[in-house]
């Protein structure tokens, strides 16, 4: 008769098997899921970009790469809106300065005088509202510029001396 040894069945509770195995399964699993996830989102960028250098980023650059992008492309989605009716603006502006100079040739009775000053102030206005167009852009443009890591993210020297060098003028001439 062999000596049985003293096993005991060691009674595993619920808590301990899943701080034992099945934390740390379920932490492989969502591991593994975030960096399928990162490496599509990772291939979409690249693509969309149609630059291959995010490929060879680590994980942390290619998310703000990701992010920079996103951001790019709201803004091109938002900018595109307000030039369409400034661009339609300025081509039926054009197009009124070209028949008020026909209509003005036809007619014998018009002064040159008048008629030189007339399309002189059309000129003049068409190259303010060009200009003011143009500042409009800017304004633009250094809002979407993101503000340097030194920066208290509130304003900058430079934007604020700008603003300071060139006064705004929103007033616009219009036919109507």
Known sequence: MSPQANIEPTIVSKTQHYLKVKKPLLERQRRARMNKCLDTLKTLVAEFQGDDAILRLDKAEMLEAALVFMRKQVVQQQAPVSPLPM????????????????VMACNSTMSVDIGKTVMTHLGVEFQRMLQSDQ???T????????????????????EESEAAA??????????W
């Open 135 to 137: 500042h409009h852009e």
């Open 139 to 158: 304004q633009l443009e250094s809002s979407i510029r993101p503000a340097s890591p030194a920066s208290s993210g509130y304003h900058s020297d430079v």
């Open 87 to 102: 661009n339609s603006f300025r081509n039926g502006y054009m197009n009124a300065v070209s028949e008020i100079s026909r």
């Open 166 to 175: 060139s006064p705004k003028t929103d007033s616009m001439w219009r036919p």
